[in-house]
């Protein structure tokens, strides 16, 4: 339920006559209502929306990932490409940006905010092409970068994102945002397109350093990124809007803090790790197996039998060629390693969204048979975890996790138990 984005905006948002109440704020009806969502979630949330108020939607539009659609009444739906935009994300964007215009000052626009917008919803600055755009994020994306890294750049080449949605809008907006990043920071989700940005084009210039992409990005990006830091192109939105009002209503730690409240009442010792994880998957795996081995073996910082959990988003730096697989698939084939011979010790690592990298894999569910297993398959699991080619490995034993569209975006967990 705490991961569902249809209940969140269902227990978030109220109908009551001719007011709407989001948690307890109240915003009156006076003329229009119009809906634009973007993200994973944004189908379900708009089919929560739809049920509660269908009769006062004027008109809406949401743009989701290739299979996340949903059937609704009143509310358009596009499907777009997401990690890496596509046509539709522009075509996606730019029908957004026709709808927030006609936003009069008596109207009212509630944005639906969930994982994934950033890419679902493109729309590039003048002289940057949808090719470069792509381009750039492909790179960011096998950078290793940080999510808040790779969207302070993508703002600042965006005509939509750093808040700049919201400039167009003339009435009352209302954002209803679920989180997919670490810290549940607003202005990182999707982009943060409702919220002021304390990002500049020198931040991104920095990052693109950072990462040694400063060279190999297409030359209209640094060309725009170099008019900005000259003062020459529009920044980010930099100050909060009267009628712009944002609300958190679903995110990754009151998701880690559900399952531990479900795995409590079970009569499990449960305990959650941190949700804030992040870094390089196959260490941060190392460490958290570390952790594992500890407990199994000496009953520290937790006596066995008990449950650990952990959220957020780490990451995997591809250099080369590589194999397939996502962040989640190495984190369970690198944890794989660390519970080897530890009998009763199971790891889940798995994205919330379903889909853990270019796959069909929500990630891994792995134990202490994994790595015999393997081995008996012929499998040298370092060559795999080297090549980052975990989910044909985990596929071997049997241990990929696949979900199918989850229709919702809470980054990452992992729950591993420990008899």
């Not at 307890?24 to 929560?48: E, H, T």
């Not at 009763?344 to 990630?363: I, K, R, Y």
Request: hydrophobic content about 40%.
């Amino acid at each position: 339920d705490l991961s569902d984005p249809y209940k969140a905006v269902i227990n978030s948002v109220k109908l009551e006559g001719d007011v709407l109440k989001v948690r307890n704020k109240y915003f009156p009806i006076k003329n229009k209502v119009y809906v634009l969502g973007f993200g994973k979630a944004s189908c379900s949330m708009a089919k929560a929306l739809e049920d509660l108020m269908i009769d006062k939607i004027e008109e809406g539009l949401v743009v989701t990932k290739y299979g996340y659609s949903l059937p609704l009444e009143k509310i358009k739906v596009i499907e777009a490409g997401h990690p890496i935009p596509d046509e539709n994300s522009l075509k996606g964007a730019l029908e957004g940006v026709e709808l927030a215009k006609k936003v009069d000052k008596d109207d009212l626009l509630i944005v639906l905010i969930s994982g994934g917008g950033s890419a679902l919803f493109t729309l590039p600055e003048n002289g940057i092409s949808l090719e470069d755009k792509i381009k750039t994020n492909e790179l960011l994306l096998k950078s290793g970068a940080k999510i808040h890294e790779i969207n302070t750049v993508r703002k600042h080449i965006s005509k939509v994102k750093g808040g700049k949605l919201s400039k167009l809008v003339k009435g009352t907006l209302v954002g209803l945002i679920i989180s997919d990043v670490v810290g549940d920071n607003l202005e990182v989700i999707a982009s943060g397109p409702t919220v002021k940005d304390p990002t500049t084009f020198r931040d991104a210039y920095r990052i693109l350093k950072l990462y040694d992409l400063w060279d190999s990005i297409p030359e209209s990006v640094r060309k725009h990124i170099k008019l900005g830091m000259e003062g020459k192109a529009e920044e980010t939105l930099k100050e909060d809007l009267p009628n712009v009002h944002n609300f958190l209503i679903a995110s990754n730690r009151i998701l880690c803090e559900g399952v531990t409240e479900k795995c409590s009442k079970m009569g499990y010792d449960a305990h959650i790790l941190t949700t804030a994880l992040e870094g390089e998957a196959r260490e941060v795996a190392t460490a958290f197996g570390s952790i594992i081995q500890e407990i199994y073996s000496f009953n520290r910082p937790f006596k066995k039998p008990c449950i650990l959990i952990a959220g957020g988003e780490t990451t995997v730096t591809i250099e080369g060629e590589s194999g397939l697989g996502g962040p989640n698939q190495e984190f369970a084939l690198s944890v794989a390693k660390k519970i080897a011979g530890l009998r009763g010790v199971a790891v889940l690592a798995m994205d919330t969204d379903g889909t853990d990298g270019p796959t069909d894999s929500a990630g891994g569910l792995v134990d202490s048979y994994t790595v015999e297993l393997l081995k008996r398959e012929g499998v040298d699991v370092d060559e795999y975890l080297k090549r980052h080619n975990s989910y044909e490995a985990l596929k071997r034993a049997k241990a990929l996790l696949v979900t199918g569209p989850t229709r919702t975006n809470l980054n990452s967990i992992v729950i591993a138990v420990i008899l």
